[in-house]
């Protein structure tokens, strides 16, 4: 039995043989913890998702950056992606972790969260903390002040993997 071809995105799973296109989440992350090492920060927290292989990448990029520079990680686990998760962590941040000047967040809608806690809360952004997300989504710009994130080229991710698919249909095995 033939099998149709198949690609995965943003996603890989080690035990197929299923093709996969994937961000440079790990690079992405990096890039931007130098960044704001670059501006000063030292105490940077990253929250985390769940160990989703983009998830799991990013977290490694920001843990990279912060050793290479002496730096000690501070990572808050949450469960999921969403906004009530970072409204979560944000509270955790405050709380237990008074000293950050800088977060990081697995991606956009957790750092929609932490924004929106962080205002309840009376911390300026990003006067008194820098928040940074993932993904760049259209929303980014709607906040105040709008969010910095690291931008994803949706199309041309899109348009890689449907090229690597075609390539599959056409030639297969």
Known sequence: ASQLPVVLIDNWLPSCRWDSVMLDN?????QATERLIDMGHTEIVFVSGPDHPSVV???AGYGEVMRRHGLSTQIIYVGELGIGEGDAAAEEIVRNLPGTTA????NDMQAFGVLRR???LGCQVP??????GFD???????????LTTVNV???AFGRLAVELLMSRVQSPG
Do not use: N, Q, Y
Request: net charge negative; glycine share 8%.
């Open 127 to 132: 006067g008194d903390i820098s928040v940074v």
């Open 153 to 155: 080229d949706r199309i």
């Open 103 to 106: 977060v990081i967040c697995s």
């Open 26 to 30: 790990t690079g992405g992350v990096a």
């Open 57 to 59: 990448e990013r977290r």
């Open 118 to 120: 962080l205002a309840h």
């Open 136 to 146: 760049d989504v259209s929303m980014a710009t709607l906040t105040f002040p709008p």
